[in-house]
């Protein structure tokens, strides 16, 4: 099946910092999305992003789609935007996302 | 424009009860799809389902797991005679189409004793 690896495992951040999490995938995709799960276990859905760039406040991500990769920025990181950053992609004709392992994110006062 | 609902959002058993997770996806959609996370571990993919049929299975467990997904209510995870290996959360998610986003819900931890 798929790869999907995710960077850095572990990031820590003092609140204000910008930070880059990186999700590199073995194979082409028809979809992928980026998540956050917060600390209450509760995942929320952040990117749509197959290819190209979309901004949302102070996230944003960027999919290479030829290269196969893709990018979370986080800036002016807040103390709330601490968890857990999962990238998902989905295979042409194949129903279901491959997650990463993730990135743990700690942003501390 | 209620997301998806699962229930319980916790529920504990003894080894060798039975589990019955629940899943109602957004209203109008009707592709499911369950994915179960183990401690410190990413989400993997167990079934996908359209109403009263089964499309992919390949990442349930060949004993003691199956799904549906009625033409009426909700989609249904049981696991039978739980083992404490099968402790996790349980995520449902739904989309309106083939390939279309997957919309998560807040999902169901499942702890046994």
């Known amino acids: 099946g798929i790869q999907v690896e995710q960077s850095p495992p572990d990031l820590i951040l003092q609140e204000g910092a910008n930070s880059t999490l990186r999700c590199n995938f073995s194979d082409s995709v028809n979809n992928l999305q980026w998540f956050h799960q917060n600390p209450w276990g509760q995942l929320i859905n952040l990117f749509y992003i197959p290819s190209g760039t979309k901004q949302n406040g102070r996230l944003s991500a960027t999919t290479v789609a030829t290269e196969r990769y893709s990018l979370l920025y986080i800036s002016s990181s807040q103390t709330t935007d601490s968890g857990v950053y999962f990238c998902a992609v989905e295979l042409y004709n194949f129903n279901k996302f491959y997650f990463g392992s993730g990135t743990k994110l700690n942003v501390k006062p | 424009n209620a997301g998806v609902m699962q229930n319980p959002r916790h529920l504990v058993r003894r080894r060798g009860q039975e589990a019955r997770l629940r899943c109602s996806p957004v209203k109008g959609h009707s592709h499911v799809y369950w994915y179960r996370q183990l401690p410190e571990e990413g989400l993997k993919f167990m079934v996908y389902l359209q109403k009263e049929n089964i499309i992919d299975e390949s990442g349930m467990p060949k004993e003691r797991f199956s799904a549906e997904f009625p033409k009426e209510g909700p989609s249904i995870l049981r696991i039978q005679q739980v083992v404490r290996g099968d402790s996790a959360a349980y995520f449902c998610?739904?989309?309106?189409?083939?390939?279309?986003?997957?919309?998560f819900g807040p999902g169901t931890r499942l702890t046994v004793l």
């Open positions: 998610a739904s989309s309106a189409g083939v390939q279309d986003t997957q919309y």
